[in-house]
């Protein structure tokens, strides 16, 4: 994908990084790819990437919106983000937590699916 936006210049390094932090989602690193476009610097876009201010800031403040419209999600995802190990869910609760992108399946349990999203919400709940 980083040679169809042409990023010759992002080291694999730092492409590892990213695809690490956001645990290779295709759209999280379609964005930052966008943006590396724009000659927004590898750095500045990992360091802020779990901020409301960085690149990932709609996509994650959007998900804690949806997360406050039911209680029973966030306390889900709260239990998920607590644990280390995947977590088993009431079979709706893990699909809607998956439909909003936040987990995914490891057998018939979930947990976090990504870095990012850990580091971020962990933050804004213990806040």
Request: hydrophobic share 40%; with cysteine; aromatic share 10%.
């Amino acid at each position: 994908m980083a040679q169809c936006y042409e990023l010759e210049r992002i080291n694999e390094s730092d492409l590892n990084s990213l695809n690490t932090l956001v645990g290779g989602h295709p759209y999280l690193l379609q964005l930052a790819f966008y943006w590396l476009k724009q000659n927004i610097p590898i750095e500045s876009i990992l360091k802020e990437a779990a901020t409301d201010v960085g690149i990932y800031g709609h996509v994650l403040k959007r998900q804690w919106n949806e997360l406050q419209q039911s209680p029973n999600l966030l306390a889900a995802f709260r239990e998920i983000l607590d644990n280390s190990e995947a977590v088993t869910l009431e079979l709706i609760t893990a699909y809607q937590l998956e439909s909003l992108g936040l987990v995914k399946w490891k057998g018939n349990q979930v947990k976090v699916c990504c870095p990012l999203y850990q580091v971020y919400f962990k933050n804004l709940l213990s806040e």
